[in-house]
């Protein structure tokens, strides 16, 4: 039980208008979204972080009618860590491509200013989806770009850490496979707790430029390439909490491969939140 950490959401509330525009390769209109399922899908996976870092630990954002990917909150922002220099709760905001989600920047806004939060706005027209696009791992800032975030955002990136005196290194990824627009769907760094588990990287090598591939080779790290297959079930999607780790059911290979390092695998059926383009890691938003 990991109670040191804690976690946003925001309940599930998908169900996409007639006019909603298809904005990622998951959604297919000829598949309609069961939002019953999609809520119960949603609420089975609150009861497994409940249980794993408890109740008080969870942070709830209210859900928006007019807003059904408000469910995955990852995208709010990019929460920065604190550090010897400060002790305040500080995020970059994001600012989102598609239209059918600029909406939901004042409401994530909003939230972080009333629980606390000093909040980093980026310059207007500056393309940035938040956590689902940077991921965080051993002082180093990973970033992802290709789809959404064109690579001249990570400029802005760095310079929003340096001003907040945040001394990393930014890496930038790039993503070649529109099926896996942020870096959240490829890749991602697991810390293990040096006794039963060892760090690992999960990613996708599928979704990355040859170039990419050869910055996450070197990485010290162990690394866990999943297949084609583990990747569109969302595998790489997954969310780390101490030795307990929270994924999508339906990989053939990868959640035994994490058995067998040592952490305790929870899969959960997300067939319904896939359809909307995420996951388990999609849906929750670190905020310690």
């Not at 940077?134 to 959404?148: C, D, I, P, Q, T």
């Not at 993503?175 to 588990?197: K, S």
Request: net charge negative.
């Amino acid at each position: 039980m990991n109670r040191q950490i804690e976690i946003l959401m925001c309940p599930a509330r998908l169900e996409y208008s007639e006019g909603y525009r298809k904005i990622n390769p998951w959604m297919d209109k000829r598949y309609t979204i069961d939002s019953e399922a999609a809520e119960r899908q949603w609420w089975n996976m609150f009861k497994c972080i409940r249980f794993c870092i408890g109740g008080n630990n969870i942070r709830l954002v209210e859900p928006e009618a007019l807003f059904p990917d408000m469910m995955f909150v990852r995208n709010a922002g990019l929460v920065i860590p604190k550090n010897e220099y400060s002790e305040k709760k500080r995020v970059i905001l994001a600012s989102f491509k598609h239209e059918e989600r600029q909406g939901e920047r004042e409401f994530y806004r909003k939230w972080f200013e009333q629980n606390g939060f000093e909040i980093i706005i980026l310059p207007m027209g500056v393309v940035f989806e938040g956590g689902g696009e940077a991921v965080w791992w051993n002082g180093m800032l990973f970033f992802g770009y290709g789809f959404r975030a064109p690579l001249d955002t990570v400029v802005h990136i760095e310079y929003a850490l340096e001003k907040a005196k945040v001394p990393t290194d930014v890496i930038s990824l790039e993503l070649i496979d529109e099926r896996f627009y942020h870096l959240d769907t490829a890749f991602m760094p697991i810390r293990g707790d040096g006794q039963n588990t060892n760090d690992v990287l999960v990613y996708y090598p599928g979704a990355f430029s040859k170039g990419a591939n050869k910055i996450i080779e070197s990485l010290q790290i162990e690394r866990v390439a999943v297949t084609e297959e583990d990747a569109c079930a969302f595998g790489c999607n997954l969310l780390a909490l101490g030795n307990n780790i929270i994924m999508a059911k339906g990989t053939k290979t990868l959640a035994l491969a994490l058995k067998e390092r040592g952490f305790i695998v929870c899969e959960l059926n997300m067939d319904e939140i896939k359809k909307g383009g995420g996951s388990v890691y999609c849906m929750t938003l670190n905020l310690s």
